[in-house]
């Protein structure tokens, strides 16, 4: 009878999750699964996080935010998604690859993973940065080279860090459940350091959730650790990309919110950096703004380039200036002030060429054409700067597929 009572409790504590082999929170529920998938990844899953506090965020009327290609499949064909929601991609060999800790690679503003870290040249050579784009990225050279590797999908492609932050969080753990790890890196992605950074930093809504305590390493490509100003310091040249009246669909927020094109006024509050008329499309890009004027100046260059940056009416144009925008939302410095733990060893990497096809580049300074190099390299609150980089022949859309990029994510990984 004893041999069989110790076998019980062995049994019982095999059945009980260790820390390490937690389940799934009960807060997230798995809504689908497509196994049927382009690019090269294996699977994908849509969550729905249930937790209070998740909203249905603005999406601009046109259209241009909406969900597209397979995406829109997988979020069970709604064009504009609740934020709750959000999309786990499989790589190839995600469970059987021999590398132990995974790797969750977080995309960017306007982006997905397919075309961040998977098929760079799906929306041609803007989506790429190159004039000829490759056809694989970060996710092949990285699953290739041994790592399980998974991509988060988001609902909303500009939308607020803080709830994206959350949704980073929910596939640490979903990974963990599924392998059986303590922690995974994270790699994060011009506005996706944005989400991985604040996640390991409990940067976080009033009703989110801390960090858990289970990222090992955190690699920043062309983040803005520092914050960046390029939309008001080129107003001019960057609102002709999106205003539709001037010839522009580009969905990215704008400095103005009125603007004359070809001698015709228009009013596009939906653009607006702030909330404005009931609108707010772009909160994940307002909460990464910083002032540069001090250290690059502002390009004068550009018509009305002061009230574009300092607010006001200009000759074409009328918006609130930077320092509004910051106001409404920025979180560069609570970000820095929160710090990213020392017990997660981060990496900065920055690209050093200002050449994205397609876009007005920054000039102001040395940058990868959006984000300055000093921004992307900024280790203010950072407790363990374990690396550092600068791939002088990558520009800012280069980041996920740039040969020298993949290798050096792939020798910090480890």
Known sequence: MRCLWTVAVMLAALLVPTAAQAATPSYLTLEATYTSVANGWSSVERYLD?????????????????????????????????????LLYHAPGWNTNPKTTPVLLVHGANDNPDRAWAN?????????GASSCPSTGMMQHLANAGYRVFAIGFAHKEGDNLMQAQ????????????????????????????SARMYASSVKPSWGRPYAGDVRKL????????GYDYPFAHGWAHDF????????GVNSPAPH????????????????????GGFDCYPGQRQMLARFD?????DQTQQDWYTTYYGGQGFYTSGPGIQAAIDA??????????????????????????????????NRGPSDGVVFVSSALSTAGVGTVAGTALVAGANHLQLGWYPAVESQVASWLG
Not at 120 to 128: H, K, V
Not at 242 to 248: A, F, H, Y
Not at 294 to 298: D, F, I, L, P, Q
């Open 50 to 86: 249930t937790t209070p506090g998740f909203t249905q965020e603005s999406y601009p009327p046109d259209g241009r935010g909406d969900q597209d290609g397979q995406r829109l499949t997988f979020f069970g064909g709604v064009k504009r998604p609740f934020s709750g929601r959000f």
């Open 120 to 128: 760079p040249g799906e929306s041609g050579g803007f989506g790429c």
């Open 167 to 194: 949704e980073v969080g929910d596939a640490v753990s979903i990974i963990k459940s599924k392998l059986g790890v303590p922690a995974v890196d994270l790699v994060g992605w011009s506005k996706g350091m944005m």
């Open 219 to 226: 690699i920043t490509l062309g983040g803005p650790n520092g």
């Open 241 to 248: 990309s999106i205003w539709s009246e001037c010839g522009g």
């Open 257 to 276: 919110t009125h603007m004359t094109c070809y001698g015709l006024d228009a009013y596009h509050p939906e653009f607006s950096f702030v909330p404005v």
């Open 294 to 298: 001090g250290a690059y100046g502002v």
């Open 329 to 362: 939302g920025s979180l560069i410095s609570r970000i820095r002030q929160a710090g990213v733990p020392a017990s997660v060893a981060t990496y900065l990497l920055a690209g050093g060429s200002p050449s994205v096809v397609g876009i007005y580049n920054e």
